[in-house]
T-cell receptor, first 112, second 114 residues
Framework: KQEVTQIPAALSVPEGENLVLNCSFT??????LQWFRQDPGKGLTSLLL?????REQTSGRLNASLDKSSGRSTLYIAASQPGDSATYLC???????????FGKGITLSVRP | DGGITQSPKYLFRKEGQNVTLSCEQN?????MYWYRQDPGQGLRLIYY???????QKGDIAEGYSVSREKKESFPLTVTSAQKNPTAFYLC?????????????FGPGTRLLVL
């Protein structure tokens, strides 16, 4: 059974710092991995999707990498801003019907 | 604007009562999903549907029921058999229900028990 782990559960950094959020998964037979952002009391917004054949994806200040063989992904946020404060969840597809397995998320706080 | 709407934003359930959460999408997506989120937890899949008039149980379907009579609608009923229904419920959709597709989420419904 696929398990997704995100450690630590919470992170606080000063504004302007570059940071890395980690995600690990137990079954490397994934189709893709997705990073989401969730603001308090809101739904999820997709940030980046990395297909199993890809090594990384970039969008603005965000860069996500995938190492399938080691079961790891990282989300790199450059020059963090207070507006980046949110919970970041990673999720993996391990079935052909778009079923996702989610991690518990990392709650990020960027201090002004 | 295309998107997913969920209503109500907050819902209160009395003991022994069934309640229904609404999910509507105008993205013309075939596949729709219901997730439950508890504090400090990841999302867990309740039910999903890849086509009208067909749906499958997810990981925690007990105490819940769904219907998919129209492509754009996928309501979730929380029955009295669900003993711990307090949670944040999220609806999502994808174009065809295949791997490789981004999931789009609604704003969620928070269910509270009186």
């Amino acid at each position: 059974k696929q398990e997704v782990t995100q450690i630590p559960a919470a992170l606080s950094v000063p504004e302007g710092e570059n940071l890395v959020l980690n995600c690990s998964f137990t079954d490397s037979a994934i189709y893709n991995l997705q990073w989401f952002r969730q603001d308090p009391g809101k739904g999820l917004t997709s940030l980046l999707l990395i297909q199993s054949s890809q090594r990384e994806q970039t969008s603005g200040r965000l860069n996500a990498s995938l190492d399938k063989s080691s079961g790891r992904s990282t989300l790199y946020i450059a020059a963090s801003q207070p507006g980046d404060s949110a919970t970041y969840l990673c999720a993996v597809h391990t079935g052909a019907n778009s079923k996702l397995t989610f991690g518990k998320g990392i709650t990020l706080s960027v201090r002004p | 604007d295309g998107g997913i709407t969920q209503s109500p934003k907050y819902l209160f359930r009395k003991e022994g009562q069934n309640v229904t959460l609404s999910c509507e999408q105008n993205l013309n997506h075939d596949a729709m999903y219901w997730y439950r989120q508890d504090p400090g937890q990841g999302l867990r899949l309740i039910y999903y549907s890849q086509i009208v008039n067909d749906f499958q149980k997810g990981d925690i379907a007990e105490g819940y029921s769904v219907s998919r009579e129209k492509k754009e609608s996928f309501p979730l009923t929380v029955t009295s058999a669900q003993k711990n229904p307090t949670a944040f419920y999220l609806c999502a959709s994808t174009p065809a229900g295949l791997y490789g597709e981004t999931q789009y989420f609604g704003p969620g419904t928070r269910l509270l028990v009186l």
